[in-house]
């Protein structure tokens, strides 16, 4: 369901440049064994496009292919942000922009690639039948070109890794994931072409039928490959301090309260001081604990509104301040904006116990906050 409005899009650009039937060509060689189900699914595509560009409900057909096409990236973006740890998406302007970005640049990128490669081989070859020196160079030169749908597919990975999360990832943690997972992406594509030509030679009719679900166990073996580079580049990048990576859902409350206390701590003696305001990875020294649980609870004070974030050029990162005046946050008070956040209605019956609860939980924190060691975490 997911291929069709992208490929409607990519073919929609790839028209206007004049490069519809190269880049049909370029995705038919990426599995041609399945030239007739790619056919089909070309034909589709094309039809949508078709149906969204013509008669009365052309505006209408356009918005909902722009739409889905939106929503299929933004699921994308949204995977990865749940590998990195971020709870908070690209704007919508943002999504609109980056993501049509993408779609204009990728298909025109995969067709220049292909041109490319052809001239080159092409000029190589006439190369070497005017001159004879130049066939040990121009074989090699040829070996190299035949790397270039491998170098085209780590690219595009490459690309995927570190455009796609919604926080800033180093060049160095998406190239390698991008080779890893483009390398293993095209052992399955043969692993698959290799099974499904097995199938075919076996039996002509079986191996027809099995063609459309080999076709889909293939298509979410690419998309766990994808998610496994994800996460090859998350752990490349946070590799110094996830040596002992854990699920932050198994954290305490506890040992989230004492967590966000010092960071809250460190951020506000830093501001105090009047130094620069603290990193992520700066935290991440200080603590010594994975970045998955950090980022869980950085994410929990932002929401709170008792930190915020801002971000530069200059750092990868988003550096952390107080977002309130440090007097006002001492220990209870962070407490109980951390045990606050979020929703408090809930659809429970009103009891006499209920009732006696909120009293209860409010006399705690009126004790809390009476206490002498509930202080100022600046006098700490």
């Known amino acids: 369901l997911s291929i069709v409005p992208v490929l409607a899009m990519a073919f929609g650009i790839a028209k206007g440049f004049g490069y519809e039937k190269l880049l049909q060509?370029?995705?038919?060689?990426?599995?041609?064994?399945?030239?007739?189900?790619?056919?089909?699914?070309?034909?589709?595509?094309?039809?949508l496009l078709e149906t969204a560009r013509g008669g009365l409900v052309a505006g209408i057909g356009v918005i909902v292919l722009l739409y889905t096409v939106v929503k299929i990236l933004s699921n994308i973006e949204q995977s990865f942000n749940v590998i990195w740890g971020i709870k908070k998406s690209r704007s919508m302007g943002r999504k609109i922009g980056d993501y049509l970005s993408l779609m204009l640049v990728y298909p025109v990128m995969m067709i220049l690639s292909s041109s490319i490669?052809?001239?080159?081989?092409?000029?190589?070859?006439?190369?070497?039948?005017?001159?004879?020196?130049?066939?040990s160079v121009s074989s090699f030169v040829l070996s190299l070109l035949k790397l270039s749908p491998y170098v085209l597919v780590w690219a595009l990975f490459s690309f995927i890794y570190i455009f796609m999360p919604n926080t800033k990832i180093r060049f160095k943690s998406g190239i390698l994931?991008?080779?890893?997972?483009?390398?293993?992406?095209?052992?399955?594509?043969l692993a698959y072409i290799t099974l499904q030509v097995g199938m075919q030679k076996y039996n002509a009719i079986?191996?027809?039928?099995?063609?459309?679900?080999?076709?889909?166990?293939?298509?979410?073996?690419?998309?766990?490959?994808?998610?496994?580079?994800?996460?090859?580049?998350?752990?490349?990048?946070?590799?110094?301090?996830n040596e002992v990576d854990f699920d932050p859902s198994d954290i305490s409350n506890l040992s989230k309260k004492r967590i966000a206390l010092q960071i809250m701590h460190f951020i506000i003696q830093e501001?105090?001081?009047?130094?620069?305001?603290?990193?992520?990875?700066?935290?991440?020294?200080?603590?010594?604990?994975?970045?998955?649980?950090?980022?869980?609870?950085?994410?929990?004070?932002?929401?709170?509104?008792?930190?915020?974030?801002?971000?530069?050029?200059?750092?990868?990162?988003?550096?952390y301040?107080?977002?309130?005046?440090?007097?006002?946050?001492?220990?209870?008070?962070?407490?109980?904006?951390?045990?606050?956040?979020?929703?408090?209605?809930m659809p429970i019956p009103e009891t006499d116990a209920l009732e006696t609860f909120d009293k209860t939980l409010s006399a705690f924190w009126d004790m809390i906050h009476q206490s002498p060691l509930n202080k100022k975490l600046k006098e700490i």
């Open 117 to 135: 490669t052809v001239f080159l081989t092409t000029q190589v070859a006439q190369l070497s039948e005017k001159a004879a020196l130049l066939d």
């Open 206 to 241: 079986y191996g027809s039928f099995a063609a459309l679900p080999l076709f889909i166990i293939w298509l979410q073996l690419s998309w766990t490959i994808v998610l496994i580079g994800g996460e090859i580049s998350y752990s490349h990048q946070n590799f110094d301090v």
């Open 321 to 345: 301040l107080p977002a309130q005046d440090p007097d006002l946050l001492t220990v209870g008070y962070v407490l109980k904006a951390l045990e606050t956040e979020g929703k408090d209605e």
């Open 271 to 319: 501001f105090k001081k009047g130094g620069k305001p603290l990193t992520e990875s700066h935290i991440l020294q200080l603590l010594k604990i994975p970045a998955r649980p950090l980022r869980q609870i950085l994410n929990e004070l932002l929401e709170s509104g008792i930190l915020s974030a801002i971000h530069s050029e200059e750092n990868e990162d988003p550096a």
């Open 25 to 47: 060509e370029q995705i038919i060689q990426q599995i041609p064994e399945q030239e007739a189900l790619l056919k089909q699914i070309i034909e589709f595509a094309q039809n």
């Open 177 to 189: 994931s991008g080779i890893f997972a483009g390398t293993l992406y095209q052992l399955a594509q």
